[in-house]
């Protein structure tokens, strides 16, 4: 693997081993969807990540993480990604690693104080609270219904979310909602009046997070739960859209290498028609096609890392890495299904997970119909001034 530096490649063994030999033993099909059960393996895995010296790669050093760039974290996102517990244990996952990088931008000292550096300690847990059911916010976030009124100092937010990872055992959400001066961010404890859990969504996915539906009925904050600037909300959200797009992208690498280590083992120990699986050509087509994928989508990667770290604009690249990653990863996870047979279509091979998990990736984040068309449009734009 293509590593910058020997620190870099020490923290990558190590968090290898820690994966290796904390993590993937403790994986267990039965905890999908129990999110109360995951919450208390995680709890366990994240103090020994703490003992390691693995924990919080992308949290800031001064916030108790290890404050790694993007290009380092690509790397070591890489090989959390290996087991679907992985990332949780290293306090890498989302929406809380995001989340942190955005308040860390945006908070004033007394919301630093209440809820980044006790987020980032890993004491408590956040959420960003964005999408809302028909008609409301999808793709097109301009459909954002949701609404804050200001009234007597306070503001007061009625509308509905959903799908919003991490809410079931969240402490505070981000909730964009609309006022009359534009969208804005602000921050609710999840105990507030008004402030409603509706449901978890039985979903596809089931280890990321819980994904809820989320209610606000003349829910009151204060002026001091304003995230940024009122009427910034969209602007503000960029700050963690990009990030949040990479490192999926970085975490979900190491989801399908794990899927190709799986079939790499058995069709080198299965044989039939008298020779081992891997010695036929078609599956051998297989094999190779998964690396080339990985390889390029590791590439793309590295090089959107490289260009954020440099504070670089990724529009384009961003979107053009998370297309082709999201695609070829359950291009990558497929193929390890199909190449190990009933197998992997069994829990025993736990390629069933990885194919469930890796699913979603093309639709959030931006789905990639969305990306594509945001893509196109950009590399037209030139044309279409020349003819003014
Ligand atoms: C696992 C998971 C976790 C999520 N976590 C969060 C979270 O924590 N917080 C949050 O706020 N949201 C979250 N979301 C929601 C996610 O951001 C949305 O699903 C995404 O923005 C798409 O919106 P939508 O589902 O309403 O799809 P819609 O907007 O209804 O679009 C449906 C489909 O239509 C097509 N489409 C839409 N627009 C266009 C277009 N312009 N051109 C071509 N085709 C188009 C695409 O194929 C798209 O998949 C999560 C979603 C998933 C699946």
Same mark, same amino acid.
């Given at each position: 693997?293509?590593?910058?530096?020997?620190?870099?490649?020490?923290?990558?063994?190590?968090?290898?081993?820690?994966?290796?030999?904390?993590?993937?033993?403790?994986?267990?099909?039965?905890?999908?969807?129990?999110?109360?059960?995951?919450?208390?393996?995680?709890?366990?895995?994240?103090?020994?990540?703490?003992?390691?010296?693995?924990?919080?790669?992308?949290?800031?050093?001064?916030?108790?993480?290890?404050?790694?760039s993007f290009r380092?974290?690509a790397?070591?996102?890489?090989?959390?990604?290996?087991?679907?517990?992985?990332?949780?244990?290293?306090?890498?996952?989302?929406?809380?690693?995001?989340?942190?990088?955005?308040?860390?931008?945006?908070?004033?000292?007394?919301?630093?104080?209440?809820?980044?550096?006790?987020?980032?300690?890993?004491?408590?847990?956040?959420?960003?609270?964005?999408?809302?059911?028909?008609?409301?916010?999808?793709?097109?976030?301009?459909?954002?219904?949701?609404?804050?009124?200001?009234?007597?100092?306070?503001?007061?937010?009625?509308?509905?979310?959903?799908?919003?990872?991490?809410?079931?055992?969240?402490?505070?959400?981000?909730?964009?909602?609309?006022?009359?001066?534009?969208?804005?961010?602000?921050?609710?404890?999840?105990?507030?009046?008004?402030?409603?859990?509706?449901? $978890?969504?039985?979903?596809?996915?089931?280890? =990321? /997070? &819980?994904?809820?539906? *989320? %209610?606000?009925?003349?829910?009151? !904050? @204060?002026?001091?739960?304003?995230?940024?600037?009122?009427?910034?909300?969209?602007?503000?959200?960029q700050l963690?859209?990009e990030p949040?797009r990479l490192?999926?992208?970085?975490?979900?690498?190491?989801?399908?290498?794990?899927?190709?280590?799986?079939?790499?083992?058995?069709?080198?120990?299965?044989?039939?028609?008298?020779?081992?699986?891997?010695?036929?050509?078609?599956?051998?087509?297989?094999?190779?096609?998964?690396?080339?994928?990985?390889?390029?989508?590791?590439?793309m990667t590295f090089d959107v890392a490289t260009r954020m770290d440099a504070g670089l604009s990724v529009k384009q690249e961003s979107s053009m890495a998370?297309?082709?990653?999201?695609?070829?990863?359950?291009?990558?996870?497929?193929?390890? $299904?199909?190449?190990?047979?009933?197998?992997? =279509? /069994? &829990?025993?091979?736990? *390629? %069933?997970?990885?194919?469930?998990? !890796? @699913?979603?990736?093309?639709?959030?984040?931006?789905?990639?119909?969305?990306?594509?068309?945001?893509?196109?449009?950009r590399?037209?734009?030139?044309?279409?001034?020349?003819?003014?």
């Amino acid at each position: 693997m293509n590593t910058p530096n020997s620190t870099l490649e020490t923290l990558r063994l190590r968090t290898r081993a820690f994966i290796d030999d904390e993590v993937i033993p403790r994986e267990d099909v039965s905890l999908a969807h129990d999110f109360a059960a995951q919450d208390r393996l995680i709890q366990v895995l994240r103090q020994k990540a703490r003992e390691t010296g693995v924990r919080g790669p992308g949290i800031p050093r001064e916030l108790g993480g290890l404050g790694l760039s993007f290009r380092g974290r690509a790397v070591i996102l890489e090989e959390s990604g290996r087991s679907v517990l992985g990332p949780h244990a290293l306090q890498a996952g989302p929406p809380d690693e995001t989340n942190i990088l955005m308040l860390d931008r945006l908070c004033t000292s007394a919301q630093r104080m209440r809820y980044l550096e006790p987020l980032a300690a890993g004491q408590t847990r956040s959420c960003f609270a964005m999408t809302e059911p028909p008609p409301g916010a999808g793709s097109d976030p301009a459909m954002l219904q949701t609404r804050a009124v200001r009234r007597n100092g306070t503001w007061i937010i009625d509308g509905r979310k959903w799908f919003i990872s991490g809410a079931l055992r969240a402490d505070f959400a981000i909730v964009m909602a609309q006022t009359d001066s534009g969208p804005t961010m602000f921050i609710v404890d999840t105990d507030t009046p008004g402030y409603r859990m509706v449901r $978890v969504i039985d979903a596809l996915d089931g280890f =990321i /997070s &819980s994904h809820c539906e *989320l %209610s606000f009925e003349s829910c009151m !904050v @204060r002026d001091d739960a304003v995230l940024g600037q009122v009427g910034d909300g969209f602007a503000h959200a960029q700050l963690r859209l990009e990030p949040a797009r990479l490192t999926h992208c970085m975490r979900f690498i190491g989801m399908a290498r794990r899927a190709l280590e799986i079939a790499e083992r058995y069709v080198s120990g299965r044989e039939s028609f008298g020779k081992p699986l891997g010695q036929h050509q078609n599956v051998q087509t297989l094999i190779a096609d998964s690396h080339i994928d990985l390889y390029a989508a590791r590439m793309m990667t590295f090089d959107v890392a490289t260009r954020m770290d440099a504070g670089l604009s990724v529009k384009q690249e961003s979107s053009m890495a998370k297309v082709f990653v999201s695609e070829a990863v359950g291009r990558v996870v497929d193929r390890a $299904v199909q190449m190990t047979g009933a197998f992997g =279509i /069994s &829990s025993d091979s736990g *390629l %069933s997970a990885l194919y469930r998990e !890796v @699913r979603p990736f093309r639709i959030f984040d931006g789905a990639s119909e969305v990306h594509r068309s945001a893509i196109a449009q950009r590399a037209l734009k030139p044309y279409a001034q020349s003819q003014d």
